[in-house]
């Protein structure tokens, strides 16, 4: 062994040291934190291999007995002859490639001879001294090791690169920082094999400390591994530290310095507790520059989350609407992670439609994977997990096939109550950095404030709607009301008007019971003495005399006849037994007028329904009353030119039929539509009419437990409705 090269091992051993601590800390990082995810264990072990074979190249050149290295050296192979194979491993893992198992069975078969084989003198026969330090002298076997180790590293980097393309910001992202970490620094390892042939090269191996550097900032800025948390807080407390050593390094020295010049000061207490004191201090203000030194080093912008939040809060509780709460989520969630596109799918009647920026129309069924998903696990997803999870492969593809229809970054699911209502879906961010964990802390503390919100919006529609209901309900029953004081109001004049003509009736009844007698005898008496006189004289003055008798008997004739009538009309002795159809009654009253209808320039339309049910009641007398109501109105026809509408239509409802004849008159008064059903009221010129037409429809209707009404015709005339039950 030559010493004097050996002295000067430290250039060697150096970047060694620092290398295994790095590669020592990352693995030990990756197993605390590891989650039980395969992923981060085959991290561990590509840095467990990094770091004892960074720490075999120190020891190796450490240690002055040649045998005892040489033992060291080939012990450490035991482990690193499974590099190549975990690296492979590690690559598909990461990349979510579950076709080439095979691939990882035959490195790890090789691997396994590799490992048979190190024992042997032909992998590490022995050592080269260079002006470095001392390096193994490998054999056949070490050769063709190195030789697969660089294979794997190849095809591990092409690989890598290959999955970049396609992919999005943040994926091309975390690949890059893989293959700068760990590519490179393999790489580096397997130019090791340089100065094992004997040439007096440097082992670029030893500088492998520099991509772990590399892989180090990759975890702790792109959460390639999901411990970015715990680095980050190792590194601030490690720059804390150094500084916080040379500082009180600093201190000592100036201390010793002033000893040194005051030598009365040796042996005093105020040296070291000014020094603690100024430690004291100087720590927490460090602290808080330290921090925010890592957070601009790696995050570039810090972002108050607590009063982010704050302020969301504050503003979700004046939404009321969903609409207007996706409105806003979007475009805050936008503003505050500076991303390329945010929305929410929200739960409606077995779908969760899509409402935010960017798309349109876009919804999904609750039975897709995702909203499933979600509601089991109650957790956000990466784009990133999909190919790792151990779920159905179908599955698998419609997650992936979502989250690249759009892409989408995260998903965070908006629990309340235990049940999925909605969820956020967070495109990447513009600046194609990762999500940090504050950031997804402030996602999943927003889809909570969100669900709130959005129950509130629900329960508020609900009031909303409930009170719209109840004030249509309201509405209606004030309207009901109305209607029925209109109704009892109506019907308070039609009882009025009924006892009234019931009155006039009976007072008309009674009259003319008084009449009848003494017309009965003054018209037999008349008739007695114009046949006695024409008997006894042929004189032509006494045949005036008969004339103006006969005149006067015919006028007696006609008074017998309006008793009569009023008689027939207070006497309430008919039975009503009879089924009447009231379309043939119509149509016989109409066959009864023709004669006075085809005499007049009138059109008649008739409207019959041909569902109406019969009724109870006498069919000659509704007959009669229907001819004076079509007879009044082609009376009311200026000129006997107009048009009459006569129809029918049955409330099964009610059960009742109404028939209406409607007339293109000039109507009738309103003053006087109280007055047109008294007996002897009448508009007609003196002896066109007794007035008793509408009075005796109105009393054979009501004997029909019916009833009769007058309404204007929209575009002038009139209107005469009569209503009948079909049962009495």
């Known amino acids: 062994m030559e010493l004097t090269r050996l002295e000067e091992a430290w250039f060697s051993i150096l970047p060694s040291t620092f290398g295994a601590l790095i590669c020592g800390g990352l693995t030990v990082l990756s197993l605390l934190m590891g989650r039980q995810k395969r992923v981060n264990y085959l991290f561990a072990a590509i840095c467990f291999m990094g770091a004892i074979i960074n720490a075999d190249l120190a020891l190796i050149n450490l240690i002055s007995d040649e045998m005892a290295a040489l033992r060291i050296d080939r012990f450490t192979y035991i482990f690193f002859v499974f590099g190549p194979a ?36 032909n992998f590490i026969e022995g050592f080269y ?16 090791f190195t030789a697969f180790c660089a294979l794997a590293v190849i095809y591990s980097i092409s690989v890598l690169y290959l999955f970049m393309k396609g992919k999005s910001n943040v994926e091309r992202n975390r690949i890059k920082y893989v293959i700068c970490g760990l590519g490179i620094g393999s790489l580096l390892l397997t130019f090791n094999i340089i100065p094992t ?102 995050y570039r912008r810090k972002i108050d989350y607590e009063e982010v939040l704050k302020e969301a809060s504050n503003k979700l509780t004046s939404l009321f609407t969903k609409e207007e709460i996706c409105d806003f989520i979007s475009n805050w969630v936008e503003l505050t992670l500076q991303v390329e596109r945010i929305g929410a799918f929200i739960r409606t009647d077995g779908l969760f439609k899509f409402m935010g920026t960017h798309l349109e129309d876009v919804t999904l069924p609750y039975t897709h994977p995702l909203p499933l998903l979600l509601e089991n696990t109650a957790t956000l997803i990466h784009r990133y997990q999909v190919p790792l999870m151990k ?53 999943v503390t927003l889809a909570n404030q969100t669900g709130i919100a959005l129950e509130n919006a629900r329960a508020f529609q609900e009031l909303k709607t409930w009170n719209e209901k109840l004030e249509q309900r309201v509405q209606e029953r004030t309207a009901e009301l109305l209607r029925a004081l209109r109704e009892k109001e109506l019907a308070q004049k039609q009882m009025i008007r009924s006892e009234s003509l019931a009155a006039i009736g009976q007072l008309v009844a009674g009259t003319a019971h008084e009449l009848n007698n003494p017309l009965s005898s003054a018209m037999s008496l008349l008739q007695s003495s114009i046949e006695g006189i024409k008997e006894m004289c042929q004189d032509s003055e006494i045949s005036e005399i008969v004339d103006d008798l006969q005149f006067a008997r015919k006028e007696l004739q006609r008074a017998a006849d309006i008793v009569r009538s009023l008689l027939d009309v207070s006497r309430e ?35 019959f329904s041909p569902y109406l049910p019969t009724i109870h009641g006498n ?20 000129k006997g030119k107009g048009e009459i509408w006569i129809s029918t239509r049955y409330d099964k409802g009610k059960g009742i039929i109404t028939a209406e004849c409607a007339d293109s008159g000039t109507g009738i008064p309103e003053e006087i539509k109280d007055d047109v059903f008294k007996p002897f009221y009448t508009t007609k010129e003196v002896g066109a009419g007794t007035g008793l037409g509408l009075y005796i429809c109105h009393e054979l209707i009501r004997r029909h437990s019916g009833t009769i009404e007058i309404l204007d015709r929209t575009g002038g005339g009139t209107v005469m409705r009569v209503s009948l039950p079909i049962e009495r």
């Open 86 to 121: 975990v690296y492979i491993h590690f690559v598909h893992t990461f990349l979510g490639i579950k076709k080439r198992r095979r691939l990882e069975i035959t490195a790890y078969g090789l691997g396994l001879v590799f490992l048979i084989l190190s024992f042997s003198n």
């Open 129 to 144: 001294y260079h002006k470095f330090g001392r390096i193994a002298k490998g054999g056949i076997f070490y050769h063709l």
């Open 197 to 298: 042939y004997g040439l007096d090269i440097y082992p670029f191996g030893s500088l492998s400390f520099i991509p772990a550097l590399v892989l180090a900032a990759g975890v702790l800025k792109y959460d390639l591994l999901d411990i970015r948390a715990a680095i980050r807080k190792g590194f601030s407390f490690t720059v804390l530290t150094i500084i916080i050593a040379l500082i009180y390094t600093t201190v000592v020295g100036l201390f010793n310095l002033t000893i040194a010049l005051f030598p009365k000061l040796r042996g005093s207490l105020i040296p070291p507790l000014i020094s603690a004191l100024v430690m004291v201090v100087i720590f927490d203000p460090l602290k808080s520059l330290t921090q925010n030194f890592v957070e601009k080093l790696f």
């Open 391 to 443: 779920i159905k492969e179908r599955d698998k593809e419609e997650l992936i096939e979502f989250f690249d229809s759009a892409a989408w970054s995260v998903v965070v699911p908006v629990i309340y109550h235990g049940g999925l209502i909605a969820f956020l879906a967070v495109g990447e961010k513009k600046s194609g950095e990762v999500f940090l964990k504050e950031d997804l802390a402030f996602l």
């Open 573 to 607: 002795t008919e039975t009503y037994a009879e089924e009447v159809n009231l379309n043939a009654v119509l149509e016989d009253a109409l066959r009864v007028l023709h004669n006075m209808i085809k005499k007049m320039n009138v059109t008649i339309h008739t409207d």
């Open 619 to 638: 069919f000659a007398q509704l007959g009669q009353v229907f001819i004076n109501i079509i007879k009044n109105g082609l009376q009311a026809l200026p």
